[in-house]
Nanobody
Framework: VQLQASGGGLVQPGGSLRLSCAASGSSFSIYDMAWYRQAPGKQRELVARITGGGRPSYEDSVKGRFTISRDNAKSTVYLQMNNLKPEDTAVYYC?????????WGQGTLVTVSS
């Protein structure tokens, strides 16, 4: 499985960005997909996850601001980020698990600053 993330950039506080992650390989629709982030000097943390059936879940600090979604026809998962805050600044990674193996995208940098 290869994951290609895109969509990061510099945005002012209160702004929005949409991240995309395109997956290669078969059976995309049956697997959970997730977005993680890692801020400078901090551990990587789970931001949002969506099941193969489309059920989302979120880390508390992004609830009501971020929305994870998927387009199984395009084998792509999205993260819509609204009302961004400086503390959202991080490298964002998409992730999926196949059995005991984790697969990661290359990461896309999101910087929230005025």
């Amino acid at each position: 499985v290869q994951l290609q993330a895109s969509g990061g950039g510099l945005v002012q506080p209160g702004g929005s960005l949409r991240l995309s992650c395109a997956a290669s390989g078969s059976s995309f629709s049956i697997y959970d997909m997730a977005w993680y982030r890692q801020a400078p000097g901090k551990q990587r943390e789970l931001v949002a996850r969506i099941t193969g059936g489309g059920r989302p879940s979120y880390e508390d600090s992004v609830k009501g601001r971020f929305t994870i979604s998927r387009d199984n026809a395009k084998s792509t998962v999205y993260l819509q980020m609204n009302n961004l805050k400086p503390e959202d600044t991080a490298v964002y990674y998409c992730n999926t698990r196949r059995g005991v193996y984790d697969f990661w995208g290359q990461g896309t940098l999101v910087t929230v600053s005025s």
